[in-house]
């Protein structure tokens, strides 16, 4: 057993505070449970652990510091006068308050529970480890027999999914089909007013627990799915509605294309480009279990390919009726 100062890094006129501190930083940094790949991690858990047992406890520092004690804590027994004796108070004083176990001087299992959530209870008294990897205790069970501590029950990790959801979904299925990473299949109800990134947690479907903890619980992100000519607005939905140009001066009854079906749409003549009309309750559904809007914006389209009969027509509209298209703020 190397010398517990060296072990922790710590000078020999250090404080209990220090001492504390640096067993804290070796002790989160090698438990076992934190370290399952790494082999070296038990002893050097291990080694820290019995100097902690030396240096966290007052009276056996004093007694390692006059040397009375080695590094495990076994009493040296030193020779008095030329007949090699030793005296049986001496014995007494080297071996008084070993069989103490840890806490004495820096409360081992609080430091452990501190940082590592209630690992530390399963450490008292400084065993060995057990033979799955995990720390077992040394306090005796029934019968004055040393035996195993349980192992810590965890809850399972969450399991995060993705769902692509269409608008059609949330109109009239209100639900959609995951499959979760167990490969369990779970059809989700979407409540009304679901929105693209809103998150619904289903609680105990994620990865098992160990030991015989909960499962974690299964987080499904929505994401809505584009729509060819649909965009949601809130509860809302936008589109834009091409009509030709005769339709927008005379007037005219447009098919106009909803979630719930096509309706027809009345533009009224000399329609302006841009004018947004708006479909009472032909939107999605919101949270207070009614439906937004459908606002349709006209879009006015001329003809791909030239016509010789509107260019001359539009020529002579310009000479005989000009008009402003513009306000002075684009002057």
Same mark, same amino acid.
């Given at each position: ?5 060296? *072990?922790?890094? &710590?000078? @020999? ?6 001492? @504390? ?17 790494? %082999? ?14 030396? /240096? ?19 009493? =040296? ?15 007494? =004083? ?17 430091? +452990? ?35 195993? =501590? ?6 399972? !990790?969450?399991? #995060?999914?993705?769902?692509? *959801?269409? /608008? ?12 979760? %990473? !167990? ?15 809103? @998150? ?13 903890? %909960? ?40 098919? &106009? %294309?909803?979630?719930?079906?096509? &309706? #027809?749409?009345? &533009?009224?003549? #000399?329609?302006?480009?841009? @004018? ?17 809007? /459908?606002? *349709? ?12 009969? +509107? ?21």
């Amino acid at each position: 057993m190397r010398d517990p100062y060296s *072990v922790l890094g &710590v000078a @020999k006129s250090a404080s209990e505070a220090d001492i @504390k501190r640096a067993f804290r930083k070796l002790a989160k940094k090698y438990h076992p449970d934190q370290n399952a790949d790494d %082999p070296k991690a038990k002893e050097h858990f291990a080694e820290a652990n019995q100097a902690y047992e030396i /240096l966290g406890d007052k009276e056996k520092r004093g007694q390692f510091d006059r040397g009375e004690i080695d590094a495990e804590g076994k009493p =040296r027994f030193q020779a008095h006068g030329f007949g090699g004796g030793f005296d049986e108070s001496d014995l007494f =004083r080297q071996t008084r308050g070993q069989s103490s176990g840890f806490g004495r001087g820096g409360g081992f299992d609080d430091i +452990l529970n501190d940082i590592l959530g209630g690992l530390g209870g399963r450490a008292r008294g400084g065993a060995g480890f057990a033979g799955d990897g995990g720390f077992a205790g040394a306090g005796p069970g029934p019968g004055g027999q040393a035996g195993p =501590r349980p192992r810590p029950t965890r809850r399972g !990790s969450d399991a #995060n999914v993705t769902a692509r *959801v269409t /608008l059609e979904q949330l109109v009239h299925d209100r639900k959609v089909r995951v499959a979760l %990473p !167990s490969g369990k299949t779970l059809d989700v109800k979407l409540p009304d007013g679901t929105v693209d990134g809103e @998150k619904i947690r289903l609680r105990g479907q994620g990865e098992p627990g160990e030991n015989g903890g %909960p499962a974690g619980d299964a987080i499904i992100e929505v994401r809505l799915a584009r729509h060819p000519i649909f965009t949601p607005s809130g509860d809302d939905l936008r589109l834009d509605l091409p009509i030709t140009l005769y339709e927008a001066v005379l007037g005219a009854k447009v098919r &106009v %294309p909803t979630l719930d079906g096509a &309706v #027809n749409l009345t &533009v009224a003549p #000399n329609a302006q480009a841009g @004018k947004t009309m708006r479909l009472k309750g032909k939107g999605l559904p919101n949270r207070t279990g009614g439906r937004g809007d /459908l606002l *349709v914006t006209l879009r006015i389209v001329l003809p791909e390919e030239g016509d010789e009969e +509107l260019t001359t027509l539009m020529r002579a509209w310009k000479e005989l009726r000009p008009y402003r298209a513009r306000g002075p703020e684009f002057d």
